[in-house]
């Protein structure tokens, strides 16, 4: 069971506006920044979002962080195929002394 | 270019012990925290060890406690994992990352080397 709560999957037609949500608590999302992973199928895990809402060089504007509390969302505009992926958030957790990380959503582009 | 290598990963039974290590490249590696992350086959991440850029502090999570020790060679770039005791449970890709405190996020990521464990 992880400590971050993920919808397990999502859906999207290209060209369409899928967000993706993460779902906390005060001692993870409410206190600490939130991180944001694409994970293409078979390879490792790659950040796309970091400190809720920044963009590592190279990563394109379709994608956006927010964090409201003790929730956290990613969205992806102007959706494309190789887009489908897995999504997988993280926040440093304070009870924990470490990363706690949600399930993972896995988008299918239709 | 930032690189990460793992290695180390193999089939072991339960009980067993393996070593895994990360070697480092491109970047001042005694100047980052570091991170060991694992993913059980169709599972989502699991956070399982933290070493501070000193080596001074660390942290693993409560299902490895006891078991698996982090540690770090800061002269020879390189970043280790002692899994003793070792369970079923345990089987998974495990990933070496860059980052993974409060304030550094897990930016950089090894491709992963596959821990089994089975009879």
């Known amino acids: 069971q992880s400590v971050l709560t993920q919808p397990p999957s999502a859906s999207g037609t290209p ?30 895990p790659k950040l ?4 809720n809402n920044q963009r590592p060089s190279g990563v394109p504007d379709r994608f956006s962080g927010s964090k409201s509390g003790t929730s956290a969302s990613l969205a992806i505009s102007g959706l ?13 957790d304070d009870s924990l002394s470490g990363q ?3 399930g993972g959503t896995k988008l299918t582009v239709l | ?29 005694s100047d980052y925290d570091m991170s060991w992350i694992r993913q ?24 490895v406690k006891g078991r698996i020790t982090i540690s770090r060679d800061n002269a020879k770039n390189s970043l280790d994992l002692q899994m003793n005791s070792l369970r079923a449970e345990d089987t998974a890709v495990y990933y070496c990352a860059r980052g993974g405190s409060t304030w550094s996020s897990l930016d950089y ?3 992963g080397t596959l821990v089994t464990v089975s009879s």
């Open chain 1, 80 to 92: 494309r195929s190789e887009d489908e992926a897995d999504y997988h958030c993280a926040a440093w």
């Open chain 2, 1 to 29: 270019q930032v690189q990460l290598v793992e290695s180390g990963g193999g089939l072991v039974k339960p009980g067993g012990s393996l070593r895994l290590s990360c070697a480092v490249s491109g970047f001042t590696f």
């Open chain 1, 15 to 44: 060209g369409q506006r899928v967000t993706f949500s993460c779902s906390g608590s005060n001692s993870n999302i409410g206190s600490n920044y939130v991180s944001w992973f694409q994970q293409l199928p078979g390879t490792a």
């Open chain 2, 109 to 111: 990521w090894g491709q």
């Open chain 1, 100 to 102: 706690v990380f949600g």
């Open chain 1, 48 to 51: 796309l979002i970091y400190r």
């Open chain 2, 40 to 63: 059980a086959p169709g599972k989502g991440l699991e956070w399982v060890s933290y070493i501070s850029s000193s080596g001074s502090f660390m942290n693993h999570a409560d299902s």
